[in-house]
C-alpha cells in the first residue's frame, strides 16, 4: 500500500486499515507516518498515552494545562515554542484505549491554520535487532488552508509528526537503556 508515495510494508497496510480511518473531504489532505523505536511498547506507550503531558516528547510544545479530569472528552491548552506560525492549541482527547495502545485526539481551537485536525496514533509491539521495539503509527487528516495547496499542508504536518516520532524515539530509547530490556529468546 502507498499512501501519499509511502509504501508500508503488509504489517503496517494492516494497522492502517484497521485502526487509522479518517473521512477526508475533498478540501482535506490526509496521511500516515511509521517509525521504528528501539524500545519496549510500554515504555512508548508511557509517553504516547500523557495526554496532559506532551511536552515529554513533542519539541514544539512548551506548556500543557488540562482543564478538569484526565478523561475522553477533556481538553487541554497547548503551548507552542516560538519558531512556528502558532502560539497555542485547543485539543480534545477523543479516544484513549490502553489495552489496543490507541490514542485519538483533535485540535478544537488555537491561533494557528490547522482547522479540522484530528490524529490517530497507535503503538504496536516488534521485535527490533532481538529485542523489543515498537512500531507507532500516526495518521491525521487536516483541512488545507485557504492559499496552500494540499502538498504544501502535507509537507508541513508531515515534517512536524516526523520531529516528534524522532523525539519520542530519542526519548523511549533513553529509558529504555535505563531500563536495560533483556533480549527476546528465539525459539
Same mark, same amino acid.
Not at 31 to 44: F, R
Not at 130 to 150: H, L, Q
Given at each position: ?116 485536525? $484530528? $490524529? ?68
Amino acid at each position: 500500500m502507498t499512501v501519499n508515495g509511502n509504501a508500508f510494508s503488509k504489517m503496517e497496510d494492516d494497522y492502517i486499515r484497521r485502526h487509522h480511518k479518517h473521512d477526508v473531504k475533498d478540501h482535506q489532505c490526509s496521511s500516515s507516518l511509521v517509525k521504528h523505536i528501539k524500545a519496549p511498547v510500554h515504555l512508548v506507550w508511557s509517553l504516547v498515552r500523557r495526554f496532559d503531558q506532551p511536552q515529554r516528547y513533542k519539541p514544539f510544545v512548551s506548556r500543557c494545562i488540562v482543564q478538569g479530569d484526565l478523561q475522553i472528552g477533556s481538553l487541554r491548552e497547548v503551548n507552542v515554542k516560538s519558531g512556528l506560525p502558532a502560539t497555542t492549541s485547543t485539543e480534545r482527547l477523543e479516544l484513549l484505549d490502553d489495552e489496543e495502545h490507541i490514542f485519538r485526539m483533535t485540535i478544537v481551537g488555537g491561533d494557528h491554520r490547522l482547522k479540522n485536525y $484530528s $490524529s490517530i496514533i497507535t503503538v504496536h509491539p516488534e521485535v527490533i535487532d532481538g529485542r523489543p521495539g515498537t512500531m507507532v503509527i500516526e495518521s491525521f487528516v487536516v483541512d488545507v488552508p485557504e492559499g496552500n495547496t494540499k502538498d504544501e499542508t502535507l509537507y508541513f504536518v508531515e515534517a512536524l509528526i516526523k520531529c516528534n516520532l524522532k523525539s519520542l524515539a530519542n526519548v523511549s530509547e533513553h529509558l529504555a537503556v535505563q531500563d536495560r530490556t533483556e533480549p527476546i529468546d528465539r525459539i
